[in-house]
């Protein structure tokens, strides 16, 4: 159930990545403009996360959970009968901030329920099961492109929305029953912000985490037009070289749910780091040389992906640790860091888009050395992560 919450916002965004050259087209709109599509989803994800985990401290987890799914699937309908481009980017918007609910809420969930080496494990197994949906999304959007218009896309993601709602509404329980804020809700929201944020060990596994979302979510908005434009992958077989690096998030997710078994997770984290770095000194190198056509751009973020398996739960387990009864604020401003980050990474590749690979591999490149860089970041009284 977790798992499938969680995927709900990949599975929107991976979905109608190979319907961007279709909207360009639909719309008569130039890439930047049709970018948006995907910006304003990640603005609105961002925005949302920003105060659903805070009102779950106050209110529970299933009620605004069910709250979050409603505004996604009204949306989500919503956007199949947009009748311009600029509709379509403010009714994305709106779907993102619904699509936030599931992400921040389950990790919240996790921290009520499980400690900081068992949350570590739950996590790896929800990433398993959620890179599913880009594994499987950008396929079922290929297909769907093949026999129908790119709405259908939007209409099928409603039906998701429809059914995960009446699943939380029958089996989903409430975790924070006896340890809710008391305070009133600005106040909860501002103390739990307050408290991540002046916590220096925490906030060095945040930035971590968001920098390297921001390589990650620059890749998932630069690939259709890299994979298709400059490389003429075809519209039903960009979802198999999409799925690639999203299998090496999986298996990275399923090593590091092994690896704990016999390392602690600050180790698996030290591991993730150095990965990441390497993948992306890798995709500077072969993008500016111009060497190895697609498998070079491809091998260098599967490799990214991998090391974000490994250091995404670990790091995401590591920040929550310490902030008990406001979890759902820390977990909020945690995702919205992220998916604020993942934002500017997208806009990032898409601005500096030259009809190479260039743009993409760049931006993977900074961000893995921003992660490398956080995680080295001095803790309280000097302790240096590695």
Same mark, same amino acid.
């Given at each position: 159930?977790?798992?499938?919450?969680?995927?709900?916002?990949?599975?929107?965004?991976?979905?109608?990545? @190979?319907?961007? =050259?279709?909207?360009?087209?639909? /719309?008569?709109?130039?890439?930047?403009? *049709?970018?948006?599509?995907? !910006?304003?989803?990640?603005?609105?994800?961002?925005?949302?996360?920003?105060?659903?985990?805070?009102?779950?401290?106050? /209110?529970?987890? &299933?009620?605004?959970?069910?709250?979050?799914?409603?505004?996604?699937?009204?949306?989500? /309908? #919503?956007?199949?009968?947009?009748? %311009? $481009?600029?509709?379509?980017?403010?009714?994305?918007?709106?779907?993102?901030?619904?699509?936030?609910?599931?992400?921040?809420?389950?990790?919240?969930?996790?921290?009520?329920?499980?400690?900081?080496?068992?949350?570590? %494990?739950? $996590?790896?197994?929800?990433?398993?099961?959620?890179?599913?949906? =880009?594994?499987?999304? @950008?396929?079922?959007?290929?297909?769907?492109? $093949?026999?129908?218009?790119?709405? %259908?896309?939007?209409?099928?993601?409603?039906?998701?929305?429809?059914?995960?709602?009446?699943?939380?509404?029958?089996?989903? =329980?409430?975790?924070?029953?006896?340890?809710?804020? *008391?305070?009133?809700?600005?106040?909860?929201?501002? &103390?739990?912000?307050? &408290?991540?944020?002046?916590?220096?060990?925490?906030?060095?596994? *945040?930035?971590?985490?968001?920098?390297?979302?921001?390589?990650?979510?620059?890749?998932?908005?630069? !690939? =259709?037009?890299?994979?298709?434009?400059?490389?003429?992958?075809?519209?039903?077989?960009?979802?198999?070289?999409?799925?690639?690096?999203?299998?090496?998030?999986? #298996?990275?997710?399923?090593?590091?749910?092994?690896?704990?078994?016999?390392?602690? %997770?600050?180790?698996?984290?030290?591991?993730?780091?150095?990965?990441?770095?390497?993948?992306?000194?890798?995709?500077?190198?072969?993008?500016?040389?111009?060497?190895?056509?697609? @498998?070079?751009?491809?091998?260098?973020?599967?490799?990214?992906?991998?090391?974000?398996?490994?250091?995404?739960?670990?790091?995401?387990?590591?920040?929550?640790?310490?902030?008990?009864?406001?979890?759902?604020?820390?977990?909020?401003?945690?995702?919205? $860091?992220?998916?604020? !980050?993942?934002? #500017?990474?997208?806009?990032?590749?898409?601005?500096?888009?030259?009809?190479?690979? &260039?743009?993409?591999?760049?931006?993977?490149?900074?961000?893995?050395?921003?992660?490398?860089?956080?995680?080295?970041?001095?803790?309280?009284?000097?302790?240096?992560?590695?």
């Amino acid at each position: 159930m977790l798992s499938a919450l969680t995927a709900l916002a990949a599975l929107a965004i991976d979905m109608s990545l @190979p319907a961007m =050259p279709q909207l360009q087209r639909a /719309f008569e709109a130039d890439v930047s403009r *049709v970018q948006l599509t995907l !910006s304003l989803f990640l603005l609105g994800y961002g925005g949302g996360q920003f105060v659903c985990g805070s009102l779950s401290d106050h /209110f529970g987890r &299933r009620s605004v959970m069910l709250i979050g799914l409603g505004v996604f699937t009204i949306s989500s /309908f #919503a956007c199949a009968f947009a009748p %311009s $481009l600029p509709v379509l980017v403010l009714l994305r918007l709106v779907q993102g901030a619904g699509a936030s609910a599931g992400p921040i809420l389950a990790r919240a969930i996790v921290r009520d329920l499980f400690d900081q080496h068992e949350g570590a %494990s739950i $996590l790896s197994h929800i990433t398993q099961m959620m890179v599913l949906a =880009p594994i499987l999304a @950008p396929v079922i959007g290929g297909y769907l492109l $093949l026999y129908f218009a790119w709405n %259908s896309i939007f209409l099928v993601l409603a039906v998701c929305g429809t059914v995960l709602s009446v699943l939380t509404w029958r089996r989903l =329980p409430e975790t924070l029953s006896d340890q809710r804020e *008391v305070t009133p809700v600005m106040a909860g929201i501002i &103390r739990g912000y307050g &408290r991540l944020l002046s916590h220096r060990p925490s906030m060095r596994y *945040v930035l971590a985490t968001s920098f390297s979302f921001a390589g990650l979510f620059g890749y998932i908005s630069g !690939s =259709p037009f890299v994979f298709m434009q400059v490389y003429g992958v075809r519209e039903e077989h960009f979802g198999y070289y999409f799925a690639l690096p999203a299998l090496a998030l999986m #298996a990275g997710a399923g090593a590091n749910r092994s690896l704990l078994r016999r390392y602690s %997770s600050m180790v698996l984290l030290r591991v993730g780091a150095w990965l990441l770095l390497t993948a992306g000194t890798m995709s500077v190198t072969l993008a500016w040389l111009d060497f190895g056509g697609l @498998p070079g751009l491809v091998v260098p973020l599967m490799l990214y992906l991998f090391g974000m398996g490994i250091l995404g739960p670990n790091a995401t387990s590591a920040a929550l640790a310490h902030h008990g009864r406001s979890a759902g604020a820390a977990s909020s401003l945690m995702g919205a $860091l992220q998916t604020l !980050s993942g934002a #500017a990474g997208g806009f990032l590749v898409a601005a500096l888009y030259d009809h190479t690979s &260039r743009s993409l591999a760049t931006v993977l490149g900074v961000c893995a050395l921003l992660a490398f860089i956080a995680c080295r970041w001095e803790g309280r009284g000097g302790e240096k992560q590695f």
